[in-house]
């Protein structure tokens, strides 16, 4: 079993920064990546950035350059850098695990304001 807790969303103006993170806890060394979702209303879940635990990052193109992913082992945590936030980035975030089962966060709100 592992369980997921992020913190750190929030209203910010376009432009602004946000850091998410995302803590783990449980069976953790059968992880192999930590992914961030995004969530708007009648949308389905997109994966928006991934990191390994050997710190390998990948990102979808719409945030590539803006979000930063990074993790601090020690502290069972994968964090979230938002830099440059746009309106179009509001949404519910989740951080997700897979080791054979699939893992949520319960998702943390961001709202970007123009």
């Known amino acids: 079993q592992v369980q997921l807790v992020e913190s750190g969303g929030g209203l910010v103006q376009a432009g602004g920064s946000l850091r998410l993170s995302c803590t783990a806890s449980g069976s953790i060394f059968s992880i192999n990546a930590i992914n961030w979702y995004r969530q708007t209303p009648g949308s389905q879940r997109e994966w928006i950035a991934a990191?390994?635990?050997?710190?390998?990052?990948n990102y979808v193109v719409s945030v590539k350059g803006r979000f930063t992913c990074s993790r601090d082992n020690a502290k069972n945590t994968v964090y979230l850098q938002m830099n440059s936030l746009k309106p179009e980035d509001t949404a519910v975030y989740y951080c997700?695990?897979?080791?054979?089962?699939?893992?949520w966060g319960q998702g943390t709100q961001v709202t970007v304001s123009s």
């Open positions: 990191i390994t635990s050997g710190g390998t990052t």
């Open positions: 997700h695990a897979y080791n054979g089962r699939i893992y």
